[in-house]
């Protein structure tokens, strides 16, 4: 059984791990194989500052002990900027077609939409031509906003993106 969970700073040593291998694992992520550019104590002190936050949130998927998935949600504290949350997610490859993105995105968007997070716009950037997360977003009503040029550099090739948006009534 899969569950989902807000992070506490207590995940940034299980977090950077999965992130580094959820890079390595799909072309599609801006993370890589490297992982995030963090340390522990600023990935703690991230994790920290979000889980303060009405309009930031980290949620991590579990089966049992084991992290497989994670959708965040970023936004500025800037008062003409902060209705709009950009937002990421991953899942380990093992775990693709199981559910756990749309699971994650569910609990996500359902968060954003209460009215204390003051949140009236979700917007995300997603390689052209990754038709599985595009599909995901759709389902969940996020439609194309713009297009991206040269999103991604990967072994010397550029990726196009496109931004989606979901807009919070
Ligand atoms: C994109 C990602 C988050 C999706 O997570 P997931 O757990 O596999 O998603 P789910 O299993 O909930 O749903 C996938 C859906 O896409 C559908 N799908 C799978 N392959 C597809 C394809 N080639 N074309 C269209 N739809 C496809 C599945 O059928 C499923 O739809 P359904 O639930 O209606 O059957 C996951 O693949 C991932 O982490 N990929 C690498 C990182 C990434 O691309 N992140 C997004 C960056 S913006």
Same mark, same amino acid.
């Given at each position: 059984?899969?569950?989902?969970?807000?992070?506490?700073?207590?995940?940034?040593?299980?977090?950077?791990?999965?992130?580094?291998?959820?890079?390595?694992?799909?072309?599609?992520?801006?993370?890589?194989?490297?992982?995030?550019?963090?340390?522990?104590?600023?990935?703690?002190?991230? %994790?920290?500052?979000?889980?303060?936050?009405?309009?930031? $949130?980290? &949620?991590?998927?579990?089966? #049992?002990? *084991?992290?497989? =998935?994670?959708?965040?949600?970023?936004?500025?504290?800037?008062?003409?900027?902060?209705?709009?949350?950009?937002?990421?997610?991953?899942?380990?490859?093992?775990?693709?077609?199981?559910?756990?993105?749309?699971?994650?995105?569910?609990?996500?968007?359902?968060?954003?939409?209460?009215?204390?997070?003051?949140?009236?716009?979700?917007? %995300?950037?997603?390689?052209?031509?990754?038709?599985?997360? $595009?599909? &995901?977003?759709?389902?969940? #009503?996020? *439609?194309?906003? =713009?297009?991206?040029?040269?999103?991604?550099?990967?072994?010397?090739?550029?990726?196009?993106?496109?931004?989606?948006?979901?807009?919070?009534?």
């Amino acid at each position: 059984m899969i569950t989902v969970r807000e992070a506490t700073k207590e995940d940034a040593a299980l977090i950077l791990p999965f992130m580094a291998t959820v890079g390595g694992e799909s072309d599609n992520l801006v993370t890589d194989e490297k992982g995030l550019p963090f340390s522990l104590g600023q990935e703690e002190a991230y %994790l920290q500052h979000k889980q303060g936050s009405k309009n930031n $949130i980290q &949620l991590l998927a579990f089966e #049992g002990n *084991v992290l497989v =998935g994670s959708a965040g949600c970023d936004t500025s504290s800037r008062q003409r900027i902060c209705h709009g949350g950009e937002i990421g997610i991953s899942v380990l490859k093992a775990y693709w077609n199981k559910g756990v993105g749309t699971l994650l995105l569910s609990n996500l968007v359902q968060w954003a939409r209460n009215s204390e997070t003051g949140l009236r716009k979700l917007s %995300l950037t997603v390689r052209a031509d990754n038709v599985r997360a $595009i599909a &995901l977003y759709k389902r969940f #009503g996020f *439609v194309e906003e =713009g297009k991206v040029k040269r999103l991604l550099q990967i072994n010397g090739v550029f990726y196009d993106g496109i931004t989606m948006v979901l807009l919070i009534d």
